[in-house]
């Protein structure tokens, strides 16, 4: 195999398996990456330190950094399996975001210290409610592609 033959080898993609992280699809992985690290160290930190004073609000952050490192995976895998399993984990966020951010504001003291997804996310510049609303969009836009070319 010629250095040529090789390099297309790399590039080609798996059959049946569609990219989805071509143009706002890498945004979209950088992004949740970032979030990954930032959700689950604070989380990690917080638990590790001060679990007593937050329980629910550091479980909350912990596993809204599982979600994202689920949802950057399989926007990184792709295929059909991966763009619906992200699709689905993507609602179940933006889920999350809206019933945590509208407890804390309707409720404070549920939450003495702030989960990822208080306030909508506005500690986090509200990453965590456009994120997934981008996400949901990139993902339905990408299967709409697909469907087209198909």
């Known amino acids: 195999m010629t250095s040529g033959e090789a390099e297309v080898a790399v590039t080609q993609e798996k059959p049946g398996r569609a990219r989805l992280i071509s143009g706002p699809g890498i945004v979209l992985v950088w992004l949740y990456g970032v979030m990954v690290v930032g959700a689950v160290s604070r989380s990690a930190y917080q638990i590790a330190t001060e679990f007593d004073r937050a329980p629910l609000a550091y479980s909350l952050s912990a596993a809204a950094g599982v979600v994202y490192g689920f949802i950057t995976y399989t926007l990184v895998r792709g295929g059909e399996t991966a763009?619906?399993?992200?699709?689905?984990?993507?609602?179940?966020?933006?889920?999350?975001?809206?019933?945590?951010?509208?407890?804390?504001?309707?409720?404070?003291?549920?939450?003495?210290?702030?989960?990822?997804?208080?306030?909508?996310?506005?500690?986090?510049?509200?990453?965590?409610?456009?994120?997934?609303?981008?996400?949901?969009?990139?993902?339905?836009?990408?299967?709409?592609?697909?469907?087209?070319?198909?």
């Open 83 to 150: 763009r619906k399993a992200a699709l689905v984990c993507c609602v179940a966020e933006l889920a999350g975001v809206l019933t945590v951010g509208t407890w804390t504001l309707v409720e404070p003291s549920a939450f003495p210290d702030a989960t990822v997804w208080s306030d909508f996310g506005m500690g986090y510049v509200f990453i965590p409610v456009l994120l997934p609303l981008s996400a949901i969009y990139w993902l339905r836009k990408a299967r709409a592609q697909q469907e087209d070319a198909a």
